[in-house]
């Protein structure tokens, strides 16, 4: 006969086991990390802030950045999991939890656009790196559609759920393809703030003012497109940029990629090319495809320029209808009649890198092509004139903080010259001959969206971004 101290030991044993077992469960539901819904803003918010925690735990495991005792286990959709813990004996592990809590306040205020959890070499460049990994934070109105009548649903909580499940599925598949870090790598978190939302001296914790808003890479890359998911308030795009020799994907690998991207090829683009799919195809006269300020669509061919190439820097300055130089009939441009090819696309791209220089103080040859969209022996013609017409000083000599752009020559002089509707064909001919940059022949892919933080990017909506440093970088082991 089994006593009341054996029954309750019985009793106890099967609670604890019930509870287990509860636990398992509940480990791998939706509603154990994330909020059930997102149906109001509030929740959305909550939502997004979970899933950056949860991506960026989750690469910082799959790329072996810390050890495996800075990690709890979760799982979702049978995907296991890695999620940092701040209360682990890893300080590293510690402070980009730290890191990313103090991005929730900036999210909540729909101050952050984005924010680059970077790696890099040389201790004393934080801004060139070797790899990085970006989010992008749209904030949408909350408003909903109808169609005769009735209410069309923009997003559903399971469509978010699939979109996330899948975004983190492509971040295993993708990170398998990188070859494993070097040693003596820095980890760097760098955030960027929509100008005309965000308080001047708003800097999260932890955070400073940046001294170079732009982000460089040591050799040629290539930026993958981990993801995209959306609730009716927020917006979230992931991407990988990387060493182009350190990523391969498999045959195998590339079919799994296109299976969790509903069918859509993986967007592994060249670096500084664009054409956002089933939008619109940038195709000017500059022979740059990247989206670069205001576009301007052609009414022949459907294609799109950029404003700063046809001389439109405003709104108001844009034409009821556009014709670009490539196509029959009275040109927007008036000084592009009757140039030849080589020309046009010298003086397109002359336009755009005089009015890009006005946004930044310092430039690099590879910042150029990279802004630009240009290759990189072009990216050295160009600085090679803006030199000698004193745009851009040269930096002295072993100096790494590239060349200093000349503002005053740059605006009283440069943009009212080569912007002045008086510029006649014969002297463009004779300003751009020297650069010699006609048939320069580029590969460039056009699938898919390429994804670029600078802050002189203007692509984001023509928003204009600053950004802010994290304090103390960590030294990886």
Request: aromatic share 8%; net charge neutral.
């Amino acid at each position: 006969v089994m006593t009341s101290r054996g029954l309750l030991k019985q009793w106890y044993q099967r609670r604890v086991r019930a509870t287990a077992v509860c636990h398992r469960q509940e480990v791998g539901t939706w509603s154990s990390i994330f909020p059930a819904d997102q149906m109001t803003e509030q929740k959305s918010a909550f939502f997004v802030k979970k899933l950056l925690a949860v991506s960026v735990s989750y690469l910082t495991y799959l790329r072996n950045i810390f050890p495996e005792n800075a990690f709890s286990n979760r799982s979702l959709d049978e995907l296991e999991l890695k999620i940092l813990q701040e209360s682990s004996d890893c300080p590293g592990a510690n402070k980009v939890c730290q890191w990313v809590r103090s991005c929730f306040e900036a999210l909540d205020k729909k101050y952050l656009n984005s924010l680059v959890l970077g790696l890099y070499m040389d201790p004393s460049d934080p801004n060139t790196l070797l790899e990085s990994y970006s989010f992008k934070f749209n904030y949408e109105e909350g408003m909903e559609l109808y169609h005769n009548n009735e209410k069309i649903l923009t997003s559903t909580t399971d469509n978010t759920k699939k979109s996330t499940v899948t975004l983190l599925r492509t971040l295993l598949v993708l990170t398998q393809g990188l070859n494993p870090l070097p040693d003596g790598v820095m980890m760097t978190m760098k955030l960027y703030f929509n100008e005309e939302s965000t308080p001047p001296d708003y800097h999260p914790p932890g955070f400073v003012e940046s001294k170079q808003d732009e982000i460089m890479y040591e050799d040629d890359t290539v930026n993958i497109k981990v993801g995209e998911v959306a609730t009716k308030f927020h917006t979230v795009k992931m991407r990988i940029r990387t060493n182009r020799h350190n990523f391969e994907l498999s045959p195998d690998t590339k079919e799994i990629v296109a299976e969790l991207s509903d069918g859509s090829p993986e967007e592994v683009k060249e670096q500084g090319t664009t054409s956002p799919a089933g939008e619109y195809e940038v195709d000017c006269v500059c022979g740059s495809r990247v989206e670069d300020g205001m576009l301007i669509v052609c009414t022949v061919c459907d294609k799109w320029s950029h404003g700063l190439c046809y001389r439109i820097i405003e709104n108001s300055d844009v034409p009821e209808t556009h014709i670009c130089a490539k196509c029959p009939g009275q040109c927007t441009d008036g000084s592009f009649m009757g140039a030849d090819r080589a020309t046009i696309q010298a003086t397109a791209l002359w336009r755009r890198t005089l009015y890009t220089l006005t946004e930044v103080k310092k430039v690099k040859d590879r910042e150029l092509a990279q802004r630009l969209g240009i290759a990189l022996d072009v990216a050295k013609k160009l600085i090679t004139r803006l030199v000698s017409e004193r745009f851009l000083r040269k930096p002295p000599a072993r100096s790494k903080q590239g060349y200093t752009v000349n503002q005053a020559e740059l605006k009283n002089k440069g943009i009212p010259h080569y912007f002045s509707l008086l510029s006649s064909t014969q002297e463009m001919t004779q300003e751009t001959q020297s650069m010699k940059i006609a048939g320069e022949k580029r590969k460039l892919d056009t699938n898919g969206e390429e994804f670029e933080l600078s802050s002189s990017q203007s692509w984001t909506a023509n928003k204009k971004l600053r950004s802010a440093d994290i304090k103390t970088p960590i030294r990886l082991n």
